[in-house]
């Protein structure tokens, strides 16, 4: 059986998103939560129940990840009210390498394509040294 692997976006660069560690913390749940290979999640009041915080705390904790395409939405078609959520491919788990091989295949065409948005992250880069001249201080 092959094993199970998560995307480098998730591993890698978890710690370098632009977002608090609320949110950091709620998109590691996310991803254990979601689905192989689709990136499906469970509903808004599962979250809730499962994460033990209120569904308007499960929203303000989606908004910054919505903000930067990890977390896409589905409207539904039963209820104008209902989404379904989803993972964006980049950010998904898979079941084997080669269906993370195929995701992100098929990710790179939605995204040039259109249908799928891309996701929303600052370049990585190392931070700039600190400019003038500092001197340490003691505490003692």
Known sequence: MPKPVMSPLVT????????????????????????YNTGVLPAQKVMSAEYGVSPAA?????EPLFK??????NPSQRSRRANSYFLHPLAAR???TEALDN???QALEG???GPLPRINLPEYQ???PAEGTHTLRSVA
């Open 68 to 73: 930067l395409n990890i977390v896409l939405r």
């Open 12 to 35: 890698e660069r978890i710690c370098a998103l632009p977002v608090g560690p609320a949110a950091v913390k709620f998109l590691c749940y996310l991803v254990y939560r979601s689905e």
């Open 58 to 62: 499960v929203s303000l904790l989606l």
């Open 103 to 105: 995701g992100f295949a």
């Open 126 to 128: 190392a931070v700039p």
């Open 111 to 113: 995204m040039q394509s």
């Open 94 to 96: 898979y079941e084997s």
